[in-house]
């Protein structure tokens, strides 16, 4: 059965201390690992799309890794205004989306 | 990049009555729409696939008769909640799939409550 799961649920950070959040996934013929950030209230606003095993991508203080059974988004460094829930998602055919439970990220000045 | 609306953003009805929430491509054509549903702390729930010209794909458990989906053009669907009732309070979202680049964009979502 295909499965994508985050962890943790929720992370507290200082502002400047650097962590990792996970997404592990269990699906065949995988097309595709996008990550996304929501804020509070609004839609989820792309981030990454990430394709093969060995693939990263970086964007400001993100950066995106995946291999064949997960991927991680590692925030360097992160300010207060990176505050948000980050969503993992896996399509699974016709370009809908299976989301993971998300991670509540919150830094704290 | 690619912008996808919503109206309303939010939206407040007594239980029994209907609300319409639609959704815009607004630099793009999408032939596939998605209808998201999000709870609180929760993540997204795919309800439906609307595609345009042809009935909406649902997904299992959602009542196709109590959440009409209607894609009549290429830039809009629209989704419907007939006979609202309190438990249908929830965080709507719909996305759109650019029929060139094959990509998704998400609009913002509307605050459905229902009283």
Sequence with gaps: EDQVTQSPEALRLQEGESSSLNCSYTVSGLRGL??????PGKGPEFLFTLYS???EKEKERLKATLTKKESFLHITAPKPEDSAT???AVPLGGNQFYFGT???LTVIP | GAVVSQHPSRVICKSGTSVKIECRSLDFQATTMFWYRQFPKKSLMLMATSNEGSKATYEQGVEKDKFLINHASLT????TVTSAHPEDSSFYICSARDWVSHEQYFGPGTRLTVT
Excluded at chain 1, 34 to 39: G, P
């Design chain 1, 34 to 39: 996008f990550w996304y950030r929501q804020d």
């Design chain 1, 53 to 55: 095993a060995g693939e």
């Design chain 1, 86 to 88: 980050y969503l993992c």
């Design chain 1, 102 to 104: 998300g991670t509540s």
């Design chain 2, 76 to 79: 809009l669907s629209t989704l």
